[in-house]
């Protein structure tokens, strides 16, 4: 119970890597706040906490909206009177999003959390954020001979995006400091809904398995072990650090 009384509010939560941290955090004593766009997928995840004798509410969250951020901050201190864990996981991907968008949720989601989170955490005394950042945020992508998205708009706004999530939280790492540690995860291949398009298509999927020295992609709940290691007291001395889980990837 290594979160025991602590009060977690995860964006993003309602699936995939998401979901999986909000189980495992509320399985380890926190109580939960599952702030997800999907309104079906987030109640469904509070269900299956409370189903597993967790604590967990929901709130409809668009994290691209600042307004919507502060909002899901304020009711998770106004349920448990703090905020103790923030991990902004939210973000989107693929060829039918514009460049705006994806900089929108997987940018400016990550900073109106770290902004407003880091402010509510030091007049509390402390707390820890958790970012979700990507393999893609350290590296870009060449693929030749196969039909990869990032070359596009959407693609190359996914490696800024991520790029710029390994920016704000060294940037907020100072800033927090020493009340409020800033960390986030670079994961790699992840089996999620975000990389069905992966797992859909053999070429694809080779060209992900062949550069893995791990030989296989990685599971939503090998990142939600991460999170919880960056947010428990485990990881007491780190801040503004990248933690790399992507199955060797980035040691090619």
């Not at 939210?90 to 705006?100: E, K, L, S």
């Not at 900073?111 to 880091?118: A, F």
């Amino acid at each position: 119970m290594k979160l025991e009384g602590k009060a977690a509010l995860i964006t993003g939560a309602g699936s995939g890597i998401g979901r999986a941290i909000a189980r495992l955090f509320a399985a380890e004593g926190a109580s939960v706040l599952v702030a997800e766009l999907n309104e079906e997928t987030g109640k469904a995840v509070v269900g299956e906490i409370e189903a597993a004798g967790g604590r967990a509410s929901f709130l409809r969250t668009d994290t691209s909206r600042e307004e919507d951020v502060k909002d899901a901050i304020a009711a998770t201190v106004e349920k448990h009177e703090r905020l103790d864990i923030l991990v902004n996981n939210a973000g989107i991907g693929g060829p039918t999003h514009t460049w705006d968008q994806v900089i929108a949720v997987n940018l400016s989601g990550v900073y109106y959390g770290c902004l407003h989170g880091v402010e509510a955490m030091r007049g509390q005394g402390s707390g820890v954020i958790v970012n979700m950042a990507s393999m893609a945020g350290l590296v870009g992508f060449t693929v030749t001979g196969l039909p990869v998205a990032f070359g596009s708009a959407s693609g190359t706004a996914y490696i800024a995006a991520k790029h710029g999530v390994i920016g704000l939280t060294k940037q907020f790492a100072l800033g927090g400091a020493p009340e409020v540690r800033v960390n986030c995860i670079c994961p790699g291949w992840i089996e999620t809904a975000l990389t069905q398009p992966l797992t859909q298509a053999q070429p694809l999927l080779e060209w992900a398995l062949q550069g893995t020295p791990m030989g296989r992609l990685g599971q939503p709940e090998e990142i939600a072990k991460a999170a919880l290691f960056l947010a428990s007291d485990d990881s007491s001395f780190m801040t503004g650090a990248p933690l790399i889980v992507d199955g060797g990837w980035t040691a090619r």
